[in-house]
């Protein structure tokens, strides 16, 4: 087969998003031969349509494009329901809306604690610097870390998504054993010494029963290993998207600055703008035609979010920022069906504060040095020098 488009290394956010644009266009459901070959779809209803349906589009053979499970299965991301469920049970009460709102307070001081040094010195990269750093600690927060655990985290998280990155097979095998090792620790101590499960995501996960029995001990770890890095890379993605944006659209930032009602919308369009993910797989479970395309069970398919909430079928005006859209809540940068992101509220949470905090913190924003920016499966900066303008 031909290949319909090419990955190309060292490839720009805006050189991903013109392809993206293009096969809209030429070839919506596309295949290439890049990173072990998949099919990408990239029209909203193709995605929404196959994001929902996991009877005949499955998470649990490979979740993300390209492949970098290989030291386990990790729930609920790797899970199709009802196996999937009552890990899900387990932890939506702890990322409800109300519980998430009660923990702005922390989230606003962490934010700070990580924004300070930037602003102490005028600038710096904001992504390695600043964006990278905070979501670490509010998750070791959310997961009641003892400082020794917590220090480890800020080291082997980003060491995890470097390797990612650098799609490191070997690399990405390592760092992720010693996440397993750190879930280990953090689950022998929550069983010699538990919390309540309304505060506790681990404690939730051990007491959690399904038809009388306690979860399996390695899903439980897989489990807590997924959690540690899973709400890492996308607020540190995101939170660079919108800063570059600002620095691109000093009106925009005036605007924001002096309105702080504005923020939500704004938090939701960005979401659609720059949407961090365009990697998210499933595995059709036997053949299957979209898009007039014939696709066989077992071929990996990439849900490209961050195209479908530029698809001019659903959006006006796709690629202009606007606070007034009334089909905001079409956006797909959770996701969509029974894998819609478990930790959306956090994450909204997460990005409004940190975008209200970088725009009181300076009158405006200067891209000063080299941009670099994520490969499959994220999309956006992860590198971003900046000079904070007074």
Not at 44 to 53: K, S, Y
């Amino acid at each position: 087969m031909t290949p319909d488009f090419d990955v190309p290394h060292g490839e720009t956010a805006e050189q991903a998003r013109h392809t993206h644009a293009e096969l809209r266009g030429r070839c919506p459901v596309a295949h290439t031969d890049a990173l072990g070959g998949f099919w990408a779809l990239t029209r909203h209803a193709d995605i929404a349509r196959v994001a929902a349906d996991h009877t005949r589009f499955s998470t649990t053979v490979q979740n993300v494009v390209p492949k970098v499970a290989f030291t386990g299965r990790r729930p609920p991301l790797h899970l199709d329901p009802p196996e999937q469920t009552p890990y899900r049970a387990a932890l939506n009460p702890l990322l409800s809306a109300e519980r998430v709102a009660a923990l702005e307070p922390m989230v606003r001081e962490l934010v700070r604690d990580a924004l300070a040094p930037l602003v102490a010195q005028g600038g710096g990269d904001l992504c390695g610097d600043f964006s990278a750093r905070f979501p670490v600690r509010v998750f070791g927060r959310w997961m009641n870390l003892d400082a020794r655990l917590e220090a480890q985290l800020l080291s082997a998280g980003p060491a995890f998504i470097r390797a990612v990155q650098a799609f490191d097979g070997e690399a990405m095998k390592r760092t992720s054993l010693v996440l397993y090792d750190m879930a280990r620790a953090l689950i022998a101590q929550r069983k010699a010494r538990p919390l309540p499960v309304d505060q506790d995501p681990v404690s939730a996960l051990l007491a959690t029963r399904v038809a009388g029995a306690a979860l399996p001990d390695e899903m439980v770890v897989g489990t807590v290993r997924q959690v540690l890095v899973v709400g890492i890379v996308a607020p540190m993605v995101m939170v660079g998207s919108m800063a570059q944006h600002l620095a691109r659209d000093p009106v925009l930032h005036r605007r924001l600055r002096g309105d702080r009602a504005c923020l939500p919308a704004a938090v939701e369009e960005f979401l659609r703008l720059y949407t961090p993910y365009r990697g998210f797989a499933r595995t059709p479970l036997a053949d299957v035609v979209l898009g007039g395309r014939s696709i066989a069970a077992g071929e990996p398919i990439a849900l490209t979010y961050a195209s479908a909430n530029r698809d001019a079928a659903v959006f006006a005006e796709p690629d202009t920022f606007r606070l007034d859209r009334d089909n905001i809540g079409e956006h797909l940068a959770f996701g969509r069906g029974p894998h819609f992101c478990v930790g959306a509220h956090l994450a909204r949470l997460e990005l409004r504060v940190a975008l209200d905090e970088l725009l009181q913190a300076c009158a405006g924003l200067e891209i000063t040095g080299e941009v670099l920016y994520c490969p499959y499966p994220e999309i956006g900066p992860y590198q971003l020098p900046v000079r904070l303008l007074s």
